[in-house]
């Protein structure tokens, strides 16, 4: 078991590196960083301009030093002022500039500073993410029980007309993504042209949550991953409920809601674990579309005004970020799977 | 002239829809007539859900193929005085010889709604099968030597799959479909390599069935690849000879970029049921034969996963059409003035207050677009696991 999990946490690091090497890349090719030299430094300054501030920036060095630079790895560039005071890379972020340190990266700590919001990067996204935590709290809240519920009714009893009904909305649940979904209850529940039950924005959640500001974004995320782990649910609940020891349960006279409490439940739930835990991707993507459609200044809205405006420290960072949040999961869920069912070993 | 009520528009709507019902009506009644004849597709009209999906689905379709017959104005043309007009509104002071209604209303630049969601189909049914398709080619080319040999290969295929799958899409996205982006020629060099495996696949298809017959094998061969090279030179490099096949340099990094997503998973499904299909019995007898393995792989395995994959290509239809979405939602690599329905969403939901109707009748088209596709998917599964 210990060597399962040290190599899924090896195969972690390595898809780690990879994907914020690949997110540096992206961030850091040639015209990105023109456009950097050009906020900068001016926005008319000329070909040759932008070339000697990007190599008076230590921009125009190697990648992967870059990269190594930007981990905290390797040590952060230097050189001196034409008068003579020493720059780089650490010295520059530095306050106390003589005793700058050597190394000054992510590992350090060291998440540079946001060029769009003028804060350090490490405070915004602090900031940002604990307002994203309380969404995604209250998403998982709702959709947790709810899916496993539809999910678990439909396939008690398979083909019955609970069951197609409740298939068919899980059905129709994924096939509505969050900017449809997210539109149609703007306009139904929180418009003129229908009941004005809730709010359209939910700006004000950012300073206290009530159902009013707070719940169709929370619903709006958390209805598109309903259809698709009911589904899930469904699934696992026919095949267990089709098993020997159900039958053999039924036969010795248990009522069937006894039967599908203590048999059924607790087996048919294994699957549809992993498949909450591997939602965390794609509930990402719902986080910022929602946040940009309600305007809910957490993560996801940050992640797009760091794309939009080219703020690269911040975009690595939220990548950075992201990458974790979609590995970590990935990983409880394959331990978790393991450790729920006692069929599968490991070794 | 009076504006329209609710029941006038909507027959007026189903008059403007009129040959999308002929065509419908027509596929409807030949497919049932035939449906003993038609294999899977035939099975399809057995099955109530599967049927509703099929008619969302082929709706859309022929949509898209009359927008030109069906849509009242030209998606770009502005009206004066019809800035968000509520649907039913009488063209006022319109150039003569236009359609006298807005039958859906207009959008906040004055043009017609109802119009720019019938050409939306359009721009929407362009790249979402297309692109899906060419992931299917990625993927099963990928797959089926990652499943069968396994090793060094498999792992590696693995470790990348995971990689991209990893990637939170929306940040793909964000960091893929920039002009920047297209400043570097990084999509031409993704598209060169996605582009190829098409070619590849239906290269080896052919090789490996009519190896025996050369002349044969020959002429398919060559056929696919003059069609393919040319097509790869066209769509890929923008540098085709005859100057015919071409795509601008923003949709192509967004159909890119699109595959590049979905290739992974269509590689992991055809993975894992290569991974099963290749303990059978037949292709253990078409080994002891002597059949090579590109033969096993593409003439025995592949027909016999062809159930699933069949099922997972309308559910990913459905799933590329909201990637589309969600890329014309935050604007990007589209074109400010394209009519495709996640950038009207986007345009309309700034003021959905005061006029909510540009918004909505892009959501409801794209939402029952993949509705339709979901249940086709649902029907097609029930039906193939009938037998």
């Known amino acids: 078991m210990l060597m399962f999990i040290l190599r899924r946490v090896a195969t972690m690091v390595l898809t780690a590196a990879c994907l914020t090497f690949i997110v540096f890349f992206l961030t850091n090719l040639e015209p990105n960083l023109e456009k950097v030299a050009k906020s900068e430094a001016g926005s008319r300054i000329s070909d040759a301009e932008v070339e000697s501030w990007l190599e008076r920036n230590g921009y125009t060095r190697p990648i992967f030093v870059r990269y190594g630079e930007w981990l905290g790895i390797l040590p952060g560039w230097t050189g001196t002022e034409p008068d003579g005071r020493p720059r780089g890379r650490c010295v520059d972020r530095a306050a106390d500039k003589a005793n700058a340190p050597r190394y000054c990266g992510l590992l350090q700590g060291d998440w540079g500073f946001s060029t769009v919001f003028k804060q350090p990067v490490a405070e915004i996204v602090a900031t940002r993410l604990a307002l994203t935590g309380i969404l995604m709290f209250w998403v998982m809240a709702l959709m947790v029980p709810a899916s496993l519920l539809i999910g678990v009714l439909a396939g008690m009893r398979e083909g019955s007309r609970l069951d197609r009904t409740l298939s068919t909305f899980s059905i129709a649940t994924t096939a509505t993504p969050e900017y449809v979904s997210g539109v149609i209850f703007i306009v139904f529940l929180a418009s003129n042209a229908g009941v004005q039950w809730f709010k359209g924005t939910a700006t004000s959640a950012m300073d206290g949550v009530t159902f009013e500001n707070f719940f169709l974004p929370v619903l709006t995320i958390a209805l598109y991953g309903i259809g698709y782990i009911a589904r899930m649910t469904r699934a696992s609940m026919t095949e267990v409920m089709t098993a020997q020891y159900i039958r053999t349960a039924r036969l010795k006279g248990m009522s069937f809601p006894a039967v599908v409490v203590k048999h059924a439940l607790r087996n048919a739930l294994i699957a549809p674990f992993t498949v909450i835990m591997l939602q965390f991707p794609w509930l990402l993507n719902g986080v910022v579309i929602v946040e940009t459609l309600f305007n809910y200044k957490g993560f996801g809205w940050t992640l797009v005004q760091a794309a939009g405006n080219n703020d690269i420290e911040l975009l690595l960072a939220c990548s950075v970020v992201a990458v974790f949040v979609v590995l970590v999961t990935q990983l409880i869920s394959d331990i978790g799977y393991v450790f729920l069912n006692p069929r599968i070993r490991v070794s | ?387």
Not at chain 2, 40 to 50: A, E, H, P, R
Not at chain 2, 64 to 77: G, K, M, R, V, Y
Not at chain 2, 132 to 148: N, R, S
Not at chain 2, 262 to 283: E, M, S
Request: charged letters at 15%; aromatic letters at 12%; hydrophobic letters at 55%.
């Open chain 2, 1 to 387: 002239m009076e504006p329209l009520g609710w029941i006038e528009i909507l027959g007026r709507l189903v008059q403007q829809f009129l040959p999308v019902w002929i065509a419908l009506v027509l596929t409807f009644g030949l497919s049932i007539r035939f449906k003993r004849r038609l294999g899977l597709y035939g099975k399809l009209f057995d099955s109530t859900v599967g049927m509703v999906g099929f008619a969302l689905v082929m709706f859309w379709v022929f949509t898209a193929l009359f927008a030109d017959q069906i849509a009242t104005h030209n998606p770009l043309t502005q009206i004066s005085g019809m800035k968000n007009k509520p649907p039913g509104t009488p063209v006022a002071g319109g150039p003569a010889g236009v359609y006298a209604y807005y039958l859906l209303g207009g959008d906040n630049l004055a043009r017609d709604v109802f119009s720019r969601m019938v050409m939306g189909a359009r721009e929407v049914l362009k790249i979402a099968p297309a692109a899906t398709v060419f992931a299917f080619m990625v993927g099963i080319t990928l797959g089926l030597p990652a499943g069968y040999f396994g090793g060094r290969f498999d792992t590696l295929l693995s470790f990348l799959a995971n990689l991209v799958l990893a990637f939170p899409v929306i940040l793909l996205f964000y960091l893929l479909v920039t002009p920047e982006i297209v400043e570097t020629g990084i999509p031409t060099y993704l598209a060169a390599i996605l582009f190829l495996f098409p070619i590849l696949f239906l290269v080896m298809l052919w090789n490996s069935r009519f190896f025996t017959q050369p002349a044969r094998r020959n002429l398919y061969v060559a056929l696919t690849l003059v069609v393919g090279l040319w097509l790869y030179a066209g769509l890929a490099f923008d540098a085709d000879p005859l100057g015919i096949v071409s795509m601008p340099a923003n949709i192509l990094i967004v159909f890119v970029s699109v595959v590049f997503v979905n290739a992974p998973t269509v590689f992991r499904i055809v993975r894992g049921i290569t991974l099963d299909i290749k303990t059978r019995d037949y292709v253990a007898a078409a080994q002891t034969r002597g059949e090579g393995p590109w033969y096993i792989m593409l003439w025995e395995i592949l027909p016999n996963a062809r159930g699933p994959l069949i099922v997972d290509f309308c559910l990913r239809i459905g799933y590329t059409t909201i990637l589309l979405g969600t890329l014309g939602f935050f604007g990007l690599g589209v074109s400010p003035e394209s009519p495709d329905w996640g950038s009207t969403i986007d345009q309309g939901r700034q003021l959905l207050s005061i006029a909510p109707h540009p918004a909505l009748v892009p959501a409801l088209a794209l939402m029952s677009l993949v509705l339709g596709l979901n249940l086709l998917a649902d029907g097609l599964r029930e039906e193939s696991l009938r037998d």
